[in-house]
């Protein structure tokens, strides 16, 4: 357990969009564990948000900022855009820093695999955000392949969709793939890292890649099957195409199956301004719970209370030596090598 004495860890926070600002600021500063001491971003508009929501942290306009104080500093989280994680994850190992990268942890695993050296030779720490696996669906998942209420598990099918026909201006939309542009390098990175942490090791992989909307610059609807070693075969789409959606998770047993519908509450309820020590945060009404059974014979599961702090809390306990890093990086290394076999193996569809 880490120590109630001890000081915050001190933390910078690298990119203000949506990843600093939804996924990364509200929790380090819902956790005693943590200080926001400095906040990046050069962007106006974001300066004055950060001010007004983080009013005890410094606004900087560049990363080198951060670098030239890193003495001040404990911890960087990096939440810039996906082709610049790589060279900012250097960085900051250079300057002294433990480190967090969201997804995915670069573009390629060969500069994953660096930076997992790298952190070694200097002695220090650096883990991937790889929020998903605290959504309450997947952990409500976890929990019942791990129990074996599903007998023996063969196929699952998972699936993140939307419908954006029109594509709004992002970074996202205008990074090609080798810049860690496109669905797959976005969502595709939770997918594959669910996928691997429930059924194990993956053995081949079919891809399907289209870019479905001609103003955007890599692909937006991907379709993946993963043969694993342990003889489960793995279904993910991701689509910012798909005008119906189809079920969150189903998943076919020897014994039973589940399947749920809908994505887990804690990004929109994050969006629409609400706070992780909010009462009722993450939590999901049973209308929504998922159903477990065979044929007609089914009955709805508790939904488990989504929970991404999770991820620093268990941070905070390895930082100060307690415990292993909330996600290996060897795990995002391995997602990377999936994605370029994916890439390497088809030429995506215009």
Known sequence: MTDAAASPIRTAVIGFGASG??????FLEADSDFSLDVIV???????AAAEVRHPNARIVATPEDVWAD???????VIGSPSG???GLADAALEAGLDVVVD?????????????IAKAEQLGR?????????WDGDFLTLQQLVDDGRLGEVRRFESRFEWWQPEPSTSWKTEAAPAEGGGILYDLGTHLIDQAVQLFGPVADVHAEIARRRSSTAADDDVFLALAHDSDVISHLWMSAVAPLFGPRFHVLGSTAGYASWGLDPQEPAL?????????????????????????RDTTAVPTR???YGEFYRLLAVALRGGGPLPVDPADAVSVLEIIEHAHAAVSVTA
């Open 103 to 115: 997804k995915p942890f670069a573009v390629t695993a060969d500069e994953g695999r660096a930076l």
């Open 271 to 295: 969006i629409a301004g609400a706070l992780p020590n909010d009462p009722g945060f993450g939590e999901v009404p049973e209308a929504r719970w998922g159903m477990l059974g065979a044929d």
């Open 70 to 76: 890193a003495a001040a500093l404990d911890l960087v």
């Open 41 to 47: 971003t050069r962007d106006p508009s974001r300066r």
């Open 125 to 133: 720490r650096i883990t991937v955000f790889q929020n998903r696996r």
């Open 84 to 86: 610049t994680h790589a």
């Open 21 to 26: 600002r939804i996924f990364h600021a509200p």
């Open 305 to 307: 209370r989504g929970d």
